[in-house]
């Protein structure tokens, strides 16, 4: 039988705010609500009005800053650069514990987008000027499964998605690193690492028309949803195989 090691008997989820699990159902059954009206043909006029005017109103030097500032909300290089943080720390603290939110991640993340956005098969407001140049009506509704999946991954938003719980864990392995600069100061910058980036993201990805304004609140829900039940894991206190040895000792960095 296997040991554990690093284990302590008061395992217990950690604190999120809003307390509860009830805003965790609120905000999935928004997303559920979200889904079904796109799914019969409500909220088209919102999507095409929102659309529209980011259109009209996109200059190019516009256009750049915010291609620019959407690459806050790159899935692979914030993935790439969350799994350094941790593998940083966890050499710092001699621990694999602060490798565990990351991986973690990765896996709630890649089962959960990218399943969605095949399923949903919804076009980007784009597809009716490049390829695959659709009628503008046809760009918006749900369950296109005709079309190749590459045109066709618009419902939720990735961006958004990935860039809520990326940097949440960029900032969950941040705090212990940012204590240091003082009491006051630290949680404010842990707030902005949270805050700042998605909001950007969720800004440019309508406004450059990559996707729908309902995708980018689908992708929002998703990604608090993602970011509340990662936060809830003790990871400090969650049991690890035995054979890890002091590698498996718990940092309390993570709490």
């Not at 979200?34 to 019969?40: D, E, M, P, R, S």
Request: aromatic share 10%.
């Amino acid at each position: 039988m296997r040991q554990s090691s690093g284990v302590r008997r008061d395992l217990r989820l950690r604190p999120v705010r809003p307390a509860g699990w009830w805003f965790d159902g609120l905000l999935l059954a928004a997303l559920v609500a979200l889904t079904v009206a796109l799914a019969t043909d409500h909220l088209f006029g919102l999507d095409r009005a929102v659309a529209d005017w980011a259109a009209a109103h996109r200059p190019t030097a516009a256009r750049w800053v915010a291609m620019a500032l959407n690459l806050l909300g790159q899935g692979t290089p914030l993935t790439l650069l969350a799994a350094g943080l941790g593998v940083l720390l966890g050499l710092r603290l001699r621990s694999v514990r602060p490798v565990l939110p990351p991986v973690t991640a990765f896996v709630l993340t890649f089962f959960t987008i990218g399943p969605l956005k095949v399923w949903t098969a919804r076009p980007a407001p784009s597809a009716s000027v490049k390829e695959p140049f659709l009628p503008a009506e046809q760009t918006l509704p749900l369950f296109q499964h005709d079309l190749p999946v590459r045109f066709a991954q618009s419902y939720p938003s990735g961006h958004v998605a990935n860039a809520i719980v990326w940097y949440g864990v960029l900032a969950l392995l941040l705090a212990p690193l940012l204590r240091s600069v003082g009491r006051a100061v630290g949680p404010r910058l842990v707030t902005v690492v949270r805050v700042v980036p998605p909001a950007v993201v969720f800004c440019t990805t309508v406004y450059l028309g990559w996707h729908w304004f309902t995708d980018s609140v689908a992708g929002l829900l998703l990604g608090l949803l993602l970011d509340r039940l990662l936060h809830r894991v003790p990871w400090d206190d969650l049991p690890l195989p035995g054979r890890l040895g002091p590698w498996a000792r718990p940092t309390d960095q993570l709490r």
